[in-house]
């Protein structure tokens, strides 16, 4: 059974880093696209960045410049660094484990980060 597992959210002052994990129990994890996804209360979930099999990466325009995604596939891992933080950042921060195949796709289950002063 796959599971994804994140880590890392927490509260934050506007202006602070974090950085997320996404630990998955994937056989073949190096063949996954990883992503980020936030949910702000009463928003949908949207984007925040992406990093394929070959390490290319894509990233929301709004976390241009300070979110950078990046994957260990020895550890089965993607990172999400998070710097310069911003009140707006706020949200539940889910990971999404993508195959190249296409479906099936599978979510973690959540973490929250609060930028607040």
């Known amino acids: 059974q796959v599971q994804l597992v994140e880590s890392g959210g927490g509260l934050v002052q506007p202006g602070g880093s974090l950085r997320l994990s996404c630990a998955a129990s994937?056989?073949?994890?190096?063949?996954?696209?990883m992503g980020w996804y936030r949910q702000a209360p009463g928003k949908q979930r949207e984007l925040v960045a992406t990093i394929t099999r070959d390490h290319s990466t894509n990233s929301a325009d709004s976390v241009k410049g300070r979110f950078t995604i990046s994957r260990d596939n020895a550890k089965n891992t993607v990172y999400l660094q998070m710097n310069t933080l911003k009140v707006e950042d706020t949200a539940v921060y889910y990971c999404k484990a993508a195959p190249p195949w296409g479906t099936p796709e599978y979510w973690g289950q959540g973490t929250q980060v609060t930028v607040s002063s």
């Open positions: 994937i056989s073949v994890f190096s063949l996954y696209t």
